[in-house]
């Protein structure tokens, strides 16, 4: 069984558009996180989600929203996407909130925004 | 701004011959210094966290070591599986989230 995943691998759209990618965990962690990994391979946070409570990265445009529906999935919303929206996203998992704990993370999502 | 920096940026190495990879952090105050390996398509996985200096860890061929500026990853006649961007991570100053360095990635020829 897959611990994090994500859907879809991979996802090409127009400038302008409106996209998801969902991220579901089943390891019973309580903090999920969206990273993002640029062409230089840089991993960057953009978001923290633990009970409720959304911790986030303030670097990241308002064009992007993450939406938990319930403490297994944490959905990333983008809108108005731009070229430069283009990089990999990660969604990864841990036990507990910073200090250290060990993250899982997904396959990644390839977008590519033409 | 904390940074992580590691270097090389690529290395090759035949099956056998050991090497070590670095890992330099800037934040103040280590909350812990984290090693990953990324393969092609995939997620970074999870290999060891240090948390002060003087520590070590091992597993398989890999061992990890820290002191106050900087932290190696050091390989032990390494096999072509070994292959991969080996990702080190600091955590921010807010202890919550991580900070990741470029990476090194590291081929090993058979």
């Known amino acids: 069984d897959t611990a994090v995943s994500q859907t879809p691998k991979y996802l090409v759209t127009q400038m302008g558009n409106d996209k998801s990618i969902k991220c579901e965990q089943n390891l019973g962690h309580d903090t999920m996180y969206w990273y993002k990994q640029d062409s230089k391979k840089f991993l960057k946070i953009m978001f923290s989600?633990?009970?409720?409570?959304?911790?986030i990265n303030e670097t990241v445009p308002n064009r992007f929203s993450p939406k938990s529906p319930d403490k297994a999935h944490l959905n990333l919303h983008i809108n108005s996407l731009e070229l430069g929206d283009s990089a990999v996203y990660f969604c990864a998992s841990s036990q507990g909130q910073g200090a250290g704990y060990g993250y899982t993370f997904g396959s990644g999502t390839r977008l590519t925004v033409v | 701004e904390d940074q992580v920096t590691q270097s090389p940026e690529a290395l090759r190495l035949q099956e056998g011959e050991s090497s070590s990879l670095n890992c330099s952090y800037t934040v103040s105050g280590l909350r812990g210094l984290f090693w990953y390996r990324q393969d092609p398509g995939k997620g970074p996985e999870f290999l060891f966290t240090?948390?002060?200096a003087g520590e070590e860890k091992e597993k398989e061929r890999l061992k990890a070591t820290l002191t106050k500026k900087e932290s190696f990853l050091h390989i032990t006649a390494p096999k072509p599986e070994d292959s991969a961007t080996y990702l080190c991570a600091d955590l921010d100053n807010y202890g919550q989230n991580f900070v990741f360095g470029p990476g090194t990635r590291l081929s090993v020829l058979p």
């Open positions: 240090l948390y002060s």
């Open positions: 989600y633990n009970n409720k409570e959304l911790i």
